[in-house]
């Protein structure tokens, strides 16, 4: 009798024993997947942190030409300190406003009214102020220059043959001094832009200026019909809609333009060196080249710097 009774104890303690490692188990199981679940979610919250990027520009030194007219009928200007605020800006919003989940700002032109003048074309394009919100201090080939700029196609329409369609994505306008528009009868300080870099059917295309007659005196060279195009350059580099990076360095009666650090074109010669009698500003953004009804384009800009 004895006997059974510790048998029938035996059997009743290995019970108790296998339901306390069962629960124990499922209790170690749960806890394993709460602790994942928690895991989880904070590598999601990190994530999403992640995927808010801010473009690598800053704006203190720069104006913006919207393809939209001011009250006056002019194309809509934005100066610093208040293009720091642009994204704010009701008016800018559809034409430069910040991708945040590329890092970006996008410029964004198609056609309209508001052309400056010279031209037929619109723009959202950023033009270079050494001195906030003043046009009047530039800087000649003589003291140099250099703007780096890190961007992309981001959307563009096609023609009627298919073709994508071109903007300018860089430029290097002259100026003319006061004394300089006074002497030829100037109603502005207009000059020509020694340089012109496009997006061109997925490549970058260069377009500089040269002078009809290289023995033009100081007064003649001054003179926009004094100059004419050159037949232009095509880097050998296919960009498409990737992310590409261009460089432009100019000094004295030099420009070099520079296509992801490995591809260049120099420009050096008598008419780089006439070119010394103008000031000059660097322009960014996107001045589409099309009239096309329903036709645009929208540059995303990563990176601009300027120095001097």
């Known amino acids: 009798m004895e006997y059974f009774r510790k048998e029938i104890l035996s059997l009743v303690l290995i019970a108790i024993l296998s339901v306390n490692a069962t629960v124990q188990g499922q209790n170690s199981s749960v806890t394993d997947s709460d602790a994942k679940v928690e895991t989880k979610k904070k590598k999601n919250k990190k994530k999403k942190k992640k995927k808010y990027k801010l473009p690598d520009i800053d704006l203190s030194h720069w104006k913006v030409t919207l393809p939209v007219t001011n009250e006056k009928g002019k194309p809509y200007e934005i100066s610093p300190p208040e293009i720091l605020d642009f994204a704010s800006n009701d008016v800018a919003k559809p034409y430069m406003y910040i991708d945040s989940t590329r890092g970006a ?16 074309y619109s723009r959202s394009e950023l033009r270079e102020q050494m001195v906030p919100g003043e046009n009047n201090v530039n800087w000649t080939f003589k003291q140099g220059g250099n703007l780096k700029g890190t961007l992309a196609m981001d959307e563009t329409t096609r023609d009627s ?15 003319l001094t006061n004394e300089q528009r006074d002497l030829i009868g100037e109603d502005d300080n207009n000059a020509p832009p020694i340089l012109k870099i496009y997006w ?16 033009a005196s100081y007064e003649e060279l001054l003179h926009e019909d004094a100059w004419d195009d050159d037949e232009g350059f095509n880097f050998t580099q296919e960009v498409g809609f990737r992310k590409f990076t261009l460089e432009v360095q100019v000094s004295d009666g030099k420009m070099v333009i520079i296509l992801n650090g490995n591809e260049y074109k120099v420009y050096e010669s008598i008419h780089m060196k006439k070119w010394g009698v103008f000031e000059n500003y660097f322009k960014a953004g996107n001045y589409f080249q099309s009239r096309d009804e329903g036709a645009y384009s929208k540059i995303r800009y990563y990176k601009l710097e300027v120095s001097h």
């Open 105 to 120: 700002i996008v410029f964004h032109a198609m056609p309209t009214s508001s052309t400056t003048r010279n031209t037929k």
């Open 161 to 175: 043959e298919g073709k994508y369609h071109r903007t300018i994505i860089m430029q290097i306008h002259g100026r």
């Open 200 to 215: 061109d059917k997925g490549k970058v295309r260069v377009k500089t200026k040269v002078l009809k007659n290289p023995s």
